[in-house]
């Protein structure tokens, strides 16, 4: 026993230096002095782009905080004594202010919001407390502007700007009758009896604050997420909501990086960034920690158990209890654009580590107008800038499920770019935006005259926006077909195109070199009009006149491809086509056909309005409710690359109500500057399309 106990001491061994992560570091190797001079240089260009905050800017930053932390407190003490509590607890009652997000990271630029979370006691509610008694608080704050409650959000939440700068305040109540101020926040025992909605809230925290445990070096770790989050903004792939990556994902992934590469400096970690994830094997998950396991209850992110958790198709999984993925948004579509995202990357960093490149090439922003051909336009208008803000922000949450559907329906074969900017013609008024969707079919797909048609799945889409609940009469939705060469000028960066477009991967074999957007479209179509002779005015005429004519007003025939949106003052029905016999063309043998329509109308109908029974190739027709009216063929015909793309169309419904308080916002609208948006929108749509074009 005593020779055991002396072979134990006799060979004592020191024990490997441990790291943080999964796995081991791929390698341990430090920076070369070319690497010290070009992390340098990349420093140089982010101070020079403008990523970093003054002095001044931050130092508001830290006094908005502390006055909307003495705002919450004052808030938690009014509520105790109003439900009667103890004037001792009314003393002691307290709610304490909690930073994440890019701010909590030290991430955060110039203008950026602050992500805060407020902690309160287990009496102070989150559905009346918080988005009522505080809301209705904030709104009475002179230093409070454009204040947006969003109760009905996966992570409810209270936005707005104080002092003008943008805040997102989430609530979380614990089961404490008193928050001490040093609260901690990372203890396990935050998550007793707390509902998911409050655990989602407390996370943001406890993520960020496990991140920074998690990586060797904060610094170098900050400097590369910089870096990283201005290339994804630049390369239009930084957005969760539109089903890229937000902020959290970045984080997350940047902090693998640090991990696999823990004595890299920011040079080396942005190039080693690409290089691991244009080789990572999705959907294998990136874990900066074994996934934690407790017993309160809640779950975790197990594929093995969770049948949801096996669709996932780029797992991020965050750290902290209890881990999930940060990055389900993600689709098949948003997918391919953030691996050639990846892929361009990597070669630019391949090119600046053999000096051939600099740091301006990985940042050379994404060119989305040229790298497609077809488009989707889902166009929004609203009476003011407020009620802009609450529309936009809905509909904006939904356009994943329209990629999603669009995926699903035509069995991946139909793919969908959103793009994550939105856009506003600074010629009209009225309060308007509208986002764009690249559309191109599955790379290396050879199958031809397969037709798609996702009139379906584009209602499917109008019927959930309708389920808004605080919708009013103004909000409406217009959702058309474009081509490149009908893009408006003001989309583009400095508002012309480039003269050389760089086409999509996957669809420069298969361009026709068709010219690019002229300066001026509204000229464009002017003289377009002007020299067919084909009655293209005669529809924006008829388009206008429907817009403002009183009830009982015949509509004059309709020519073109599809109508984008109508105001009337009149019950309209916004008709959804079915094809008829004879209606349809035919494709040929090596293209198939596509008959582009608009997708019309605010998702909000009169229990009156129905599709016509009569099969008929008339999509987004209109027809007023006089039954003399009649339904015109608005289809023509343009070739996909070899896929039939749709016909697409909206629900059959219209804004316009038997209701008089909604007919009455139909009528303001009508005759705001709106209604012009929305003939642009038309005009757009209705250009000739020859038959011979593809995307």
């Known amino acids: 026993m005593a020779g055991s106990v002396g072979v134990g001491r006799a060979a004592p061994r020191s024990s490997p230096k441990r790291y943080a992560g999964t796995d081991p570091p791929l390698s341990l190797a430090g920076p070369s002095m070319a690497d010290l001079q070009r992390t340098a240089e990349l420093e140089k260009f982010l101070v020079e782009a403008c990523l970093y905050e003054g002095k001044e800017e931050s130092a508001k930053r830290e006094e908005v905080l502390s006055e909307i932390g003495q705002i919450v407190k004052e808030w938690v003490k009014q509520l105790t004594r109003k439900k009667g509590y103890a004037e001792q607890l009314v003393e002691r009652a ?36 918080f988005f009522v008694t505080l809301h209705g608080i904030l709104a009475e704050k002179e230093e409070v502007t454009e204040l947006q409650p969003v109760p009905e959000a996966h992570v409810p939440v209270l936005k707005f700007k104080f002092r003008g700068i943008s805040i997102d305040l989430l609530y979380a109540s614990l089961s404490l009758s008193v928050i001490p101020a040093d609260f901690d926040i990372s203890q396990g025992s935050v998550l007793c009896d707390v509902d998911e909605a409050t655990v989602r809230s407390l996370n943001g925290c406890r993520v960020a604050d496990q991140i920074l445990r998690l990586v060797p070096n904060a610094e170098n770790f900050r400097t590369t997420l910089r870096c990283l989050k201005y290339w994804a903004k630049r390369r239009g792939v930084y957005s969760n909501i539109t089903g890229f990556l937000g902020g959290v994902n970045w984080a997350l992934l940047v902090a693998r990086v640090c991990q696999l590469y823990p004595n890299a400096v920011p040079s080396m970690l942005v190039s080693r960034f690409f290089r691991v994830f244009t080789q990572w094997q999705w ?28 669709n996932h198709l780029m797992p991020i999984i965050t750290p902290a ?156 939705l217009a959702v058309t077909h474009v081509r490149r060469e009908q893009v408006p000028s003001y989309v583009f960066e400095q508002g012309y195109k480039k003269p050389s477009p760089t086409m999509h991967a996957n669809q420069q074999e298969q361009s026709d070199g068709d010219g690019t957007l002229s300066p001026d479209l509204e000229g464009q179509l002017k003289r377009k009009y002007d020299s067919d002779g084909d009655g293209l005015v005669e529809l924006h005429k008829s388009v206008k006149r ?141 250009m000739h399309l020859s038959g011979d074009e593809v995307i």
């Open 321 to 476: 209890y209890p881990c999930m993925n940060s990055s389900y948004n993600v689709s098949t579509s948003t997918l391919r654009v953030i691996m050639e995202q990846f892929q361009f990357g990597n070669k630019i960093c391949q090119e600046i580590d053999l000096n051939r490149a600099n740091w301006n090439a990985l940042f050379e922003p994404f060119h989305f107008f040229e790298a497609y051909r077809k488009f989707l336009v889902v166009g929004i208008v609203a009476d003011d800038d407020d009620d802009l803000r609450l529309w936009k922000g809905w509909v904006e949450s939904r356009l994943r499920q329209l990629t999603l559907k669009i995926e699903r329906d035509t069995k991946g074969i139909l793919q969908c770019h959103p793009y994550p900017c939105e856009y506003s013609d600074p010629a009209i008024e009225c309060a308007h935006c509208a986002f764009y969707m690249g559309l191109s079919r599955k790379e290396g797909l050879k199958k031809r005259g397969q037709q798609f048609d996702i009139r379906g799945t584009v209602d499917e889409f109008m019927r959930e926006i309708g389920m808004y609940s605080l919708w009013k009469p103004g909000m409406d």
């Open 283 to 310: 959907p294998n998950p990136v874990m900066l920690c074994a996934i934690e396991n407790d017993d309160l209850g809640f779950s975790v992110w197990d594929p093995r158990k969770n049948p949801r958790d096996r």
């Open 546 to 686: 429907a817009s403002v004519s009183p009830p009982g007003d015949e509509t004059p025939p309709h020519h073109g491809n599809s109508v984008s949106k109508v105001l009337c003052d009149s019950p309209v029905k916004l008709v959804s086509s079915a094809l008829c016999s004879g209606a349809q063309t035919s494709p040929s043998h090596d293209d198939v056909t596509f008959e582009p329509t608009a997708l019309t109308s605010s998702p909000h109908g009169s229990e009156d309005t129905s599709a016509s029974g009569t099969s008929c190739a008339a999509v987004g027709a209109v027809v007023l409710a006089d039954e003399s009216s009649k339904l015109v063929n608005l289809t023509c015909d343009v070739e996909v690359d070899t896929v039939q793309m749709m016909e697409v169309h909206t629900t059959s419904e219209c804004v316009a109500q038997k209701d008089g308080t909604k007919l009455e916002g139909i009528r303001s609208l009508a005759s705001s500057n709106c209604a012009e948006f929305l003939e642009r929108e038309v005009l757009a749509e209705n």
């Open 94 to 129: 307290n709610a304490v202010l909690f930073t994440f997000g890019s701010y909590r990271l030290g991430v955060h630029g110039p203008g950026a919001d602050i992500d805060t979370l407020c902690v309160g006691p287990s009496y102070v509610n989150r559905e009346e407390d």
